[in-house]
């Protein structure tokens, strides 16, 4: 079945590292793969999607490129803040009819000043 | 446009008790779905609806575990008796095309003593 592997945590950075939180997936067909984060104390938001191979979804300074050859969706900000400080998921969709998402366990990141 | 409300935010029930959580998906969102995410875990989808009607609710332990969605807006899901392994965050979404990303709610927190 499909399923998404990210590397564990929790992760510690010094404010303004470069960031790197790897991600790969087991999908049949063609999914649509996806970042979520996830601040203290709230629920999850969309950070970044893409939906189909090559794709690169940006936002708030984060990429993450749809890489089919290595299912891979690496998430990557090239300084990390602070307020970056949250738990970060990735997931899939596997674009079939009702289809749901499927999420990975999550990678804690504490940025520190 | 508004989120996805839901409520309570927190509850504490003791084992055996019954709880009811409350969710009200964005407006014109035929999909809707109820997650359970436990502590340090990824979200685990219980039950997935397409307007009123179930598409996915084989994670939903049935024996304790109800859900309801009225007229294809409002949802509720219901466990009934509660039991400790239950302590979790449920999360409501919803979307239109969730290759597009779901919007999810704040979250219920609930804790079994």
């Known amino acids: 079945g499909n399923s998404v592997t990210q590397m564990e945590g929790p992760v510690t950075l010094s404010e303004e590292a470069f960031l790197t939180i790897n991600c790969t997936y087991t999908?049949?067909?063609?999914?649509?793969l996806f970042w979520y984060v996830q601040y203290p104390g709230e629920g999850l938001q969309l950070l970044l999607k893409a939906t189909k191979a090559d794709d690169k979804g940006s936002n708030k300074g984060f990429e993450a490129t749809y890489r089919k050859e290595t299912t891979s969706f690496h998430l990557e900000k090239g300084s990390v803040q602070v307020s970056d400080s949250a738990v970060y998921f990735c997931a899939l969709s596997d674009g079939t009819s009702y289809d749901k998402v499927i999420f990975g366990p999550g990678t804690s990141l504490s940025v520190i000043p | 446009e508004a989120g996805v409300a839901q409520s309570p935010r927190y509850k504490i029930i003791e084992k055996r008790q019954s709880v009811a959580f409350w969710c009200n998906p964005i407006s014109g969102h035929a999909t809707l779905y109820w997650y359970q995410q436990i502590l340090g875990q990824g979200p685990k989808l219980l039950i997935q609806?397409?307007?009123?009607?179930?598409?996915?609710d084989s994670q939903l332990p049935k024996d304790r575990f109800s859900a309801e969605r009225l007229k294809g807006v409002d949802s509720t899901l219901k466990i009934q008796p509660a039991k400790l392994e239950d302590s979790a965050v449920y999360l409501c979404?919803?979307?239109?095309?969730?290759?597009?990303?779901?919007?999810f709610g704040s979250g219920t927190r609930l804790t079994v003593v």
């Open positions: 979404a919803s979307s239109s095309d969730s290759n597009y990303g779901y919007t």
């Open positions: 609806f397409q307007n009123n009607g179930v598409v996915d």
């Open positions: 999908a049949t067909g063609y999914p649509s």
